[in-house]
């Protein structure tokens, strides 16, 4: 996958100390040709590989004592940068009820499980949304949405006819007629680009007003992306883009190539089929996803959040000096059960894919985690390096689980802690720069 070609190249630079030029000329052109690989867009690849051997030349990353790191760093920020910076916000407007949004992509790109991912997602944030189903060409479309509408106990508004604009007219009248707040049009897609489909959307778009278009994109579409992206901008134009399937085996050159492309931020990313599987999309989280950081930078995030003022203090001295507890790790851990569970989580660790794939995962895990950790001293949680064979056995007792589980979860948190020291250099220092345009 990408991110391991990534990491080979990485691995390759750290292990040659200082590096030259052509130290450099070399590795860009392994990353080139990874990217081109993950079917990122020519166009893209070049622009993104020029401005990173461009900033790998200058001498604070050539002269500098530790140049790998800073290789990686500078490989971060672009990838970030690539991706759009900052997440951008849905970006709907206060001073008008109901909020109208319009999904508009090809068919199959995801529009419908979509409209109903975002309907959740807004109603869990105490919006009271309204969706209305517009695909008057297949009747199953509207049963789809109906369907998932009423698995998020969200309203659906259909009606028999073959007109859309009609259609979504009578649905924003049906939102304002029971007092909610924010409309979801679900529409038509084609198979390919055409003039019927944009004509159509052109045709929605003018009869109610959209405060936000999102063109959805199957992360599978790869190139293509941008061929389609720039045939709805500039027919119908658009605000942002929902990727959808993003839990598939997409090479990722979708994502990497949209931004760069229209010039339109990704506002969520959809992975799964569950209805909570929508959440917005953070440029750099991405980026470090790709460059197989993981995701843990926000689980520590989370897990310093829900601790007691003195030990965020306390914990953010070790973070700095990039070293993690078994507290920080009980933390990290509580509070991957809190956001739903290892499936959803384990995807944003480092391998976790992989692990995911392999049905490495255990659910049951994070119990025994629990109760092992609860039954270790408080000195053995935060110097976890006095924990030998005998107190290993003293645990095991204590929470009644076998040594081999014990060792199991020490394991793991020298995982982890390893990977929280190598991750740290680029932590350091966040992405900085402009907004993209
Ligand atoms: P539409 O034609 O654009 O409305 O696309 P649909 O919403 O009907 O989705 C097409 C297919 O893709 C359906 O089988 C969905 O279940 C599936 N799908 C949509 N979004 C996702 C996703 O994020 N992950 C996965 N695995 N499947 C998805
Ligand atoms: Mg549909």
Redesign the pocket.
Known sequence: SLSDRLQGVFANLRGKGRLTEADINDAMRQIRLALLEADVNFKVVRDFVSAASARCMESEVLDSLTPAQNVVKVVLDELTRLLGEVNEGLGLSPNRVPNVIMLV??????????AAKLAYLLKSQGRRPQLVAC?VYRPA?AD?LETLGGEVGVAVYRAPGTDPVAIARAGVQEAIDNLRDVVIV?TA?RLHVDDDMMAEAQGLKEAVEPDQILM?VDAMTGQDVVNVAAAFAERVDFDGVIM?????DARGGGALSVRQATGKPIKFI????RPD?LEAFHPDRMARRILGMGDVVSLIESAVKVQAEEEEQEAAERLAKADLTLNDFLDMNRQIRKMGGVSKLISALPGGDKALASGQVDEGALDHMEVIISSMTKAERSKPDLINGSRRARIAAGAGVTVTEVNQLMKRYAETRKMVKRMMPALDAPAKGKKGK
Do not use: N, P, R, Y
């Open positions: 992509g090809l068919q199959g790109s995801g529009k419908t499980t979509a695909d479309a789809q679900d897609g959805v959808s399937k993003m839990d598939g959809s992975s799964g089929e599987s």
